[in-house]
């Protein structure tokens, strides 16, 4: 190849390597609100004449119209959206397009965009958590008094409620959502007015550009806002924690809908059937909610290992943190839709429930406690009477409450006694009236709690600047 042809291809090489419209498309939308203000306020600071920004505004206004009727108007072999956007603007209108570039770079103006667009995800994703913590407030409050196997090791330890176990998702779900609230506080700061990392010498009006974008406070530090991260790593580490929560649930949905546990029944839009096994019901849906946490887990580490080394201010390298954020916004939706629909659909089999509760000795725990409470032995030491009698009673084929009381005299002299309890599953699950315990009752306060702190949640999450206009929704690539 000529000398001429090597340099072509580095060219076509460095090119390729560079793009990222493809991807950062989706952040047009954004591009738009931030430039309209950074605009307004070039204008009313007299930085730029009025006329020029009365151009720049209505180009922008027109670029809005295209992008909400998801015309493809953006050069997709542009280096990037926000490049794209300027030269759509010059063909526009002219010379004048050239004032936007005035008191800004595009590496404060790519990184505010990202933090708008994660701000709405944040919303759209917690919002999401509290209605998959709501399905499962609604299943707790029907099955309130639903008996099943409470599992530690998964043997089969103590009788639980389903009601209990579906709140104990639910808490994790809300913990969340409360996640997504602090990274959404954390990243309430505007890098717009930092520059390329010194700041500027026009006299712009920072605060006022904050504001109207609908943040607390313009950045503090010049420098470190075009380099810093650390929003995006919080918001993929709370991402990485919805994804386990997300795989938990999916994994304890699968094990519960296997034929030989049969806890619960799904329906079947959220099955597939086996080509080769007509009778199978493969919970899918569940095991992709499972699977993807996967790449939600990578995303993380993608981004914590770009910046790993990274000094000071903006690299090049800093435009990876863009697809692991999209991927992990993408897949957490997905994950959380299907994970609503399982938690509203699936319907616990109140008969096998109760079936499977009836495991030799699965009340022991109970005895020990009734002679801890109604004969005043010590607890440990009634545990090892309770040990002893299970044996006994495994040994002659009989329930605890079923013993002989001279069988309970030959183990100790103060278990021969002639009121001797026979302790059901329900009334086992019925005594756990300890605060957050598994008493139906119990259960159904902590649902009607619940209820009211899923609404706080919820508020936390709705946007507080109403003169900040959502941007239409840039997703999906264009080539
Ligand atoms: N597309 C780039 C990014 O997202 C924008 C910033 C480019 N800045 C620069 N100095 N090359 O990181």
Request: glycine fraction near 8%; aromatic fraction near 6%.
């Amino acid at each position: 190849m000529s000398a001429q042809g090597v340099r072509a291809e580095a060219a076509a090489h460095m090119a390729a390597i560079g793009a990222s419209a493809h991807y950062d498309h989706r952040l047009a939308p954004y591009d738009v609100v931030v430039s309209r203000e950074h605009v307004a306020m070039l204008a009313r600071q007299e930085i730029i004449p009025s006329d020029a920004a009365a151009g720049l505004l209505a180009g922008l206004a027109e670029l809005e119209e295209q992008l909400r009727s998801a015309k493809p108007v953006l050069d997709p072999d542009a280096e990037d959206v926000h490049t794209a956007i300027e030269q759509y603007l010059e063909e526009r209108i002219g010379a004048d397009a050239g004032w936007l570039g005035t008191a800004r770079a595009r590496n404060d103006l790519a990184v505010t965009a990202l933090r708008l667009w994660l701000r709405d995800q944040t919303a759209e994703l917690g919002a999401t958590l509290v209605a998959l913590a709501q399905a499962l407030a609604a299943q707790a409050e029907e099955h309130a008094g639903t008996v099943m196997p409470g599992f530690s090791h998964l043997q089969v330890a103590q009788p639980v409620t389903f009601g209990h176990i579906c709140l104990a998702y639910a808490e994790a779900f809300l913990r969340d959502a409360k996640r997504l609230g602090f990274v959404r506080a954390l990243q309430d700061e505007c890098p717009m007015g930092a520059g390329a990392l010194a700041g500027t010498g026009f006299p712009i009006d920072r605060d006022s550009v904050a504001r109207g974008l609908g943040f607390r406070l313009p950045s503090a530090n010049s420098v470190e806002s075009v380099g810093d991260r650390g929003f995006a790593l919080d918001f993929l580490s709370a991402g990485a924690s919805i994804a386990l929560n997300l795989s938990r649930f999916g994994a304890e949905i699968v094990f519960w809908s296997s034929q030989p546990v049969g806890l619960i029944s799904l329906p079947d839009e959220l099955v597939s059937s086996s080509a080769a096994l007509p009778h199978k019901r493969n919970p899918d849906a569940a095991e992709l909610v499972r699977g993807k946490t996967g790449r939600v887990l990578g995303n993380l580490y993608a981004l914590q290992t770009v910046v790993k080394g990274l000094p000071l201010s903006y690299f090049r390298d800093l435009q990876e943190d863009k697809e692991p954020l999209f991927d992990t916004a993408d897949t957490l939706r997905l994950s959380l839709n299907a994970a609503v629909s399982l938690a509203t659909l699936m319907r616990p089999n109140t008969a096998t429930m109760r079936d499977r509760t009836d495991v030799a000795f699965i009340t022991s725990s109970d005895f020990a406690e009734w002679l801890t409470r109604e004969q005043r032995i010590p607890f440990r030491e009634a545990h090892h009477l309770v040990a002893k009698l299970v044996r006994a009673a495994g040994e002659l084929g009989c329930s605890l409450g079923e013993l002989p009381v001279d069988v309970r005299r030959g183990v100790d002299e103060r278990l021969a006694l002639t009121q001797w309890p026979d302790i059901t599953v329900e009334a086992s699950a019925a005594a756990r009236t300890s605060q957050g315990g598994t008493a139906p009752e119990r259960v159904r306060e902590a649902a009607a709690l619940l209820r009211t702190r899923l609404a706080e949640a919820q508020d936390a999450f709705r946007p507080d600047e109403p003169d900040h206009e959502t941007p239409a929704d840039g997703n999906g690539d264009q080539r």
